[in-house]
């Protein structure tokens, strides 16, 4: 890879963990919000625990894409070896 490339990445990365704590900030917010509404209407069933876990599978995969291990770079290997498997057909 070169530094271009490189530095796109890592712009990208930063850009993604900058989304997840944004979402996670968010999502606090409106749990704090929803669990507020809940006990001042007489604090029956929980139901903002279907928001939570809406927002806890978003939360999931923005934080896999921030945190997890990342994309691996396409070689020219993969190139090559997947157009000989196009023109095979």
Wanted: aromatic share 14%; glycine share 10%.
């Amino acid at each position: 890879m070169s530094n271009e490339e490189i530095r796109a990445a890592a712009i990208k990365r930063i850009n993604q963990k900058r989304a997840f704590w944004r979402l996670l900030g968010v999502f606090v917010i409106v749990m704090i919000m929803l669990t507020a509404i809940w006990a001042l209407s007489g604090a029956g069933y929980y139901w903002p625990a279907w928001a939570a876990f809406g927002m806890g599978v978003a939360l999931l995969f923005t934080g896999w894409a921030a945190f997890g291990p990342g994309e691996k770079p396409v070689t020219e290997q993969q190139i090559s070896d997947e157009m000989r498997k196009l023109g095979d057909q």
